[in-house]
Each structure stands twice: as structure tokens, then as C-alpha cells.
T-cell receptor, first 115, second 110 residues
Framework: NAGVTQTPKFQVLKTGQSMTLQCAQD?????MSWYRQDPGMGLRLIHY???????DQGEVPNGYNVSRSTTEDFPLRLLSAAPSQTSVYFC??????????????FGPGTRLTVT | AQRVTQPEKLLSVFKGAPVELKCNYS??????LFWYVQYSRQRLQLLLR??SRESIKGFTADLNKGETSFHLKKPFAQEEDSAMYYC????????????FGAGTILRVKS
């Protein structure tokens, strides 16, 4: 099992550019989440999905879109990158609601810089 | 609103000394509390959850509803405990979504 994979590992964007961060898991997990990690702020939930075709907003959804067409994939789209979106992005997946069990598997992260 | 506060950005202790990583929370319902850990060059992972009342790698954490705290403790620190530690909270009233604290870096010196 590869677990949770994320691509790319690093990315530099110019303000206004768009891009998609990829996330895939091979554990047949229903729940998938995107977090951003910023110094002094911990991890904040951007969007999450409870199954294919179902997504919902987290704490900081503005400027990001998601879709879940398959159980395995959960891409995160930046529509028009801004310097405030410079961060480390983590994808996570879990069998059940992570807020109930706490058990979720994290990807290695994508470090994004917006200039 | 639910909030998690980890007041220390960095906690530095000597090997063999006791460790206490502080976590305070605010939540109006019945919370679920968790500790996550991220070792250098490793992925973030769940360390323990309050409902399990277990000891993992020598760490324990007790939920104190009166003081709204969930401090992480270990009687004797080891160098391999050096990592970033996050306290996290969820609750049914908030849709079971996890809210994380800012994190505390634990540095264990030899």
C-alpha cells in the first residue's frame, strides 16, 4: 500500500496563477480532508469529503475548490493564487470520521509558495 | 466556537526529565480530544485520544473538563520524543470536524 500520496512536493506560483494539488489514497477510505499548516496557526481544515460525490467546506475554504469523483482521488484547486496561500498543504484520509476516532492517515505534504 | 490553545511554541527539556505539553480548549458541548505528533521527516500521525485512556510511547493525557485541559505528560523524556505535537478537538455539535492547536515543538536535549 502506498497510503496517501500527494503531488507535487514543492511548487512555486505567481500571484493569479491556478493549479491543482493532487491527493490519492489506496486504502478505500471514505473520508478525505485537506489541511493547510501555517506557523503559529497549526493545521486548519480547508475542505473535506465523506465519500465520492460529496464534499463540504472546512474552516478556511475561500480560494480553494475540491471535487471527489472517485473514492481514491481528492484534488485541491487553487483558482487564483495569492501570497496568503503560501503554506504547507496536507491531505488526509480515514475509514470513519476523523473527528470521532481521530485516526487519519496523512500524506507527506505539498509546500507551496506564491510570489 | 471551538478553540484549542497550546501556549508554548517550544518546550526544551533534558533527557530523563518529566514532560508536560499543555493544551487548553473551549467548547460548549462534549469534546473529543486528541494528540497528534510529527517527527522529523515523518508524516503527521495520531498519538493518542482521550476516550481510549491509553498510554502510548509512555505518554498519557487526561481530560480535565473542569479546567478544560488535556495536557500531554511523560515522566521521563527520551531524545526520540523530540517532535512537533498538536492537540486537536472535535465535537458532534461542530460536525465532528477537527480543530487543531498551533502546536508545540518538544526538544529533548542529551
Amino acid at each position: 500500500n502506498a497510503g496517501v500520496t500527494q503531488t507535487p512536493k514543492f511548487q512555486v506560483l505567481k500571484t493569479g496563477q491556478s493549479m491543482t494539488l493532487q491527493c490519492a489514497q489506496d486504502m478505500n477510505h471514505e473520508y478525505m480532508s485537506w489541511y493547510r499548516q501555517d506557523p503559529g496557526m497549526g493545521l486548519r481544515l480547508i475542505h473535506y469529503s465523506v465519500g465520492a460525490g460529496i464534499t463540504d467546506q472546512g474552516e478556511v475554504p475561500n480560494g480553494y475548490n475540491v471535487s471527489r469523483s472517485t473514492t481514491e482521488d481528492f484534488p485541491l484547486r487553487l483558482l487564483s493564487a495569492a501570497p496568503s496561500q503560501t503554506s504547507v498543504y496536507f491531505c488526509a484520509s480515514s475509514y470513519s470520521s476523523p473527528g470521532r476516532s481521530g485516526e487519519q492517515y496523512f500524506g507527506p505534504g505539498t509546500r507551496l509558495t506564491v510570489t | 466556537a471551538q478553540r484549542v490553545t497550546q501556549p508554548e511554541k517550544l518546550l526544551s527539556v533534558f533527557k530523563g526529565a518529566p514532560v508536560e505539553l499543555k493544551c487548553n480548549y473551549s467548547y460548549s458541548g462534549s469534546p473529543e480530544l486528541f494528540w497528534y505528533v510529527q517527527y522529523s521527516r515523518q508524516r503527521l500521525q495520531l498519538l493518542l485520544r482521550h476516550i481510549s485512556r491509553e498510554s502510548i510511547k509512555g505518554f498519557t493525557a487526561d481530560l480535565n473538563k473542569g479546567e478544560t485541559s488535556f495536557h500531554l505528560k511523560k515522566p521521563f523524556a527520551q531524545e526520540e520524543d523530540s517532535a512537533m505535537y498538536y492537540c486537536a478537538l472535535s465535537g458532534r455539535e461542530y460536525g465532528n470536524k477537527l480543530v487543531f492547536g498551533a502546536g508545540t515543538i518538544l526538544r529533548v536535549k542529551s
